[in-house]
């Protein structure tokens, strides 16, 4: 059957499947994922292949324009990028505004979506030159945002990024610099930020994702799609799992270092405790990015000369759940969040900004299935539902009620 044609070939019949757990919303062309199998590829190439061998703005470029950058190809997208990393003053009035305490998600998404105002000719967009000019706009003033956000909470200058440095470094600059002191690189640091964006930067279908792309499909503009995708992400059971991680394994060692205690609770169906950082609902097998997240965490904290017991705790944690009958029956295993939260905390990033970090590394990956769905000139997303209210009701004046 036509695919356009369903609805009526199927003589209007409408399907009920909540959580969209077996429903296709698109055709794609940029991540290939195989839960049974644990494989994940952006445009064909492996995540384990990418990790090791690509950096993370060779993997923007990737993902959103299909195919690895010659290196005239990646000079141009570089410096397209730099160009655009002014962020107008007047915003940083708005982020002048938020109290210090505010979640630096929603602060994120208000920004991006505040930028909407200063650059009015990035959300009518339908060439694909519009569509470029919009899509480097954002990349380079996402990470600018990003550490605004971290520094307001630290009551730091907000500045400007260094436009002799590589991305990822800027960023970490940008997060990192401190008043009258000279900021110095660190090459464990950038190549560990590096891997966790890669990870990070795209996986199909996802809530956030499929945010980006419903919001997009109304032609809202790429900047009002991002700022819902951020939204999406913020949440703890997808995105917001890094923070909630770190936090539970943090209990766990005030609780006395207990896992056993912990593995019960998350059985209990009477609690709503659930082991953060374990399942997911397409790798019913094992989380590809986990295995290489895990042994990432290791050598960073090796190299770094850090000794952190929560490392301990989440590997005394996946041991035991791992064996556990309710977590092998529900092929639950660790997700990519269980170990980049000790990765984050080892580079000195606070817990609070960690789905931060995961928004930055997902840009690519949101910005590539938006130009995507623009591009096939898909229609709006609009599913609909089945009706489980009243029936017909005579209206009772508020006397009668
Ligand atoms: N701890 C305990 N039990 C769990 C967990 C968990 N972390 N995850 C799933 N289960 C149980 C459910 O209670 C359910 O049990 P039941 O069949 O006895 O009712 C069964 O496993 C299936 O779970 P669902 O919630 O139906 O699976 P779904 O695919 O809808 O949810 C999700 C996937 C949201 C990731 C879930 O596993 C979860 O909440 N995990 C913890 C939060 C988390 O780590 N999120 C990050 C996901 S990865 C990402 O977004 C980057």
Request: charged share 25%; aromatic share 8%.
């Amino acid at each position: 059957i036509d695919i356009k044609t369903l609805r009526g070939a199927t003589g209007g019949v409408t399907t009920i499947d909540p959580g969209y757990k077996n429903t296709g919303s698109c055709e794609s062309a940029i991540t290939f994922l195989d839960g049974e199998k644990g494989i994940l590829r952006y445009r064909g190439y492996s995540i384990e292949e990418l990790a090791e061998k690509a950096d993370f703005l060779e993997v923007c470029y990737l993902l959103i324009f299909g195919n690895l950058p010659t290196a005239t190809e990646l000079e141009k997208f570089d410096k397209d990028i730099k160009e655009e990393s002014h962020v107008d003053e007047d915003m940083k009035k708005i982020l002048d505004g938020f109290p210090k305490s505010a979640h630096p998600m929603g602060v994120l998404s208000s920004l991006t979506s505040a930028l909407i105002a200063f650059n009015p000719g990035s959300v009518d967009v339908d060439s694909e030159e519009e569509m470029y000019n919009a899509i480097v706009k954002i990349l380079a003033k996402f990470p600018v945002l990003a550490a605004w956000t971290m520094r307001k909470r630290k009551s730091l200058p907000l500045d400007y990024g260094d436009s002799s440095l590589g991305y990822v470094e800027n960023l970490h600059k940008m997060m990192f610099a401190r008043p009258n002191k000279t900021y110095e690189a660190n090459k464990i640091v950038n190549d560990a930020l590096d891997k966790l964006l890669i990870l990070h930067a795209d996986h199909e279908q996802n809530c956030s994702t499929s945010t980006v792309r419903i919001v997009g499909s109304s032609h809202a503009g790429l900047f009002a799609s991002l700022s819902a995708g951020i939204s999406a992400l913020w949440g703890p059971l997808h995105g917001g799992a890094n923070q909630a991680v770190i936090e539970m394994l943090e209990a766990i060692k005030e609780d006395g270092g207990d896992t056993a205690k912990y593995i019960n609770k998350a059985k209990d169906k009477e609690d709503s405790f659930r082991l953060m950082g374990f399942g997911h609902r397409v790798y019913k097998n094992f989380d590809p990015r986990a295995k290489i997240i895990k042994k990432s965490a290791e050598e960073v904290l090796g190299n770094l000369g850090i000794e952190d017991p929560v490392l301990d705790i989440a590997k005394g944690l996946s041991e035991v759940a791992l064996k556990d009958e309710y977590f092998v029956q529900r092929k639950l295993y660790p997700n990519v969040d269980f170990y980049s939260g000790i990765i984050y905390r080892a580079l000195g990033i606070p817990t609070e900004m960690f789905t931060v970090m995961f928004a930055l590394g997902r840009l690519p990956g949101w910005i590539a299935q938006w130009r995507e769905m623009r591009l096939r000139k898909e229609p709006i997303g609009r599913p609909r539902q089945i009706y489980i209210g009243e029936n017909h009701r005579d209206f009772k004046e508020i006397s009668e009620r």
